[in-house]
């Protein structure tokens, strides 16, 4: 988490590639406030479980997940 702290020390935006059920975007979002973090996810089942992890956490710099194929190229 250190690392992931010296290259985001600015305020920007940050692509969770496999979300999976969300409980590490919210570690992610409560270690780095200064970041508005985009969980996505291919499994579709997994996106409810996503947003009940960010419901649950209050925190406000992260975006509701989304669908992502990190394997397609088009």
Known sequence: MD???AIA?????ALEIASGKGQHIVTFGLAMPNIHWHPSEIDLW???SIKAYITE???T???ASFTLNAAQTE
Do not use: E, P, T, Y
Not at 9 to 13: I, Q
């Open 3 to 5: 690392i992931c702290r």
């Open 57 to 59: 956490s209050g925190l």
């Open 46 to 48: 997994c996106h409810a």
């Open 61 to 63: 710099n992260i975006a």
């Open 9 to 13: 020390s600015v305020a920007s935006d």
